[in-house]
């Protein structure tokens, strides 16, 4: 599978993982996940779930409120607990 705007696919050799990074960044802050093919039982779960917590993160972040051009600090806490309940 090829990767995609916001989601990136690790398959090298030389590595232990093997699975997809979410990454997305708004107004100077940066969301980081990993979602492994061994977690989430396979390549195209893990993209699932990936995918859907993509989608959930911009949904939360385009509806957020801003603060000095930034993205609120309960913005911010908000996103990380999305992230890391996926």
Do not use: I, P
Not at 15 to 29: D, E, H, K, Y
Not at 35 to 43: L, Q, R
Request: glycine share 6%; charged share 35%; aromatic share 10%.
């Amino acid at each position: 599978m090829k990767s995609r705007k916001n989601l990136t696919r690790f398959t090298y050799e030389t590595t232990a993982f093997q699975g997809w990074r979410l990454c997305l960044s708004r107004t100077g802050t940066t969301f980081t996940k990993y979602f492994s093919d061994k977690k989430y039982g396979g390549e195209r779960k893990a993209l699932k779930a990936a995918d859907g917590a993509l989608n959930e993160l911009r949904d939360l972040l385009d509806k957020s409120r801003k603060v000095n051009g930034k993205l609120s600090k309960s913005t911010v806490a908000k996103a990380h607990k999305l992230l890391k309940a996926a």
